[in-house]
Nanobody
Framework: QAQLAESGGGSVQAGGSLRLSCAAS????????MGWLRQASGKEREFVAA???????YYGDSVKGRFTVSRDNAKNTVHLQMNSLKPEDTAVYFC?????????????????WGQGTQVTVSS
């Protein structure tokens, strides 16, 4: 059974940085796309960033230039470096994985999901 486990969430002031990590197990994640979506209270799920098996990355418009997604296939991990954080980045961040990037960007419903980690940015 494929499992994804996030770590690294927390609270930070606006302008600060956080790094999220996600460890994958139980599947061949090196050949899958991996990435992040988020959901703020009372809002719709939002695509944040994803990276394909070959290293091509794609970002949501609201985080371009501030967030960087990376992966380590040898360790089955994906990271999200978040810089210049804003209060509007406050949300639960979910690690996710699927065969390709399509489900991240269009349906926002990849096949595999982690439990989520809270990120809170105060002004």
């Amino acid at each position: 059974q494929a499992q994804l486990a996030e770590s690294g969430g927390g609270s930070v002031q606006a302008g600060g940085s956080l790094r999220l990590s996600c460890a994958a197990s139980g599947g061949i994640f090196s050949s899958y796309a991996m990435g992040w979506l988020r959901q703020a209270s009372g809002k719709e799920r939002e695509f944040v960033a994803a990276i394909g098996s070959g290293g091509y990355s794609y970002y949501g418009d609201s985080v371009k230039g501030r967030f960087t997604v990376s992966r380590d296939n040898a360790k089955n991990t994906v990271h999200l470096q978040m810089n210049s954080l804003k209060p509007e980045d406050t949300a639960v961040y979910f690690c996710a994985s699927d065969v390709g990037l399509y489900s991240f960007i269009t349906t926002k419903n990849p096949r595999y999901w982690g439990q989520g980690t809270q990120v809170t940015v105060s002004s």
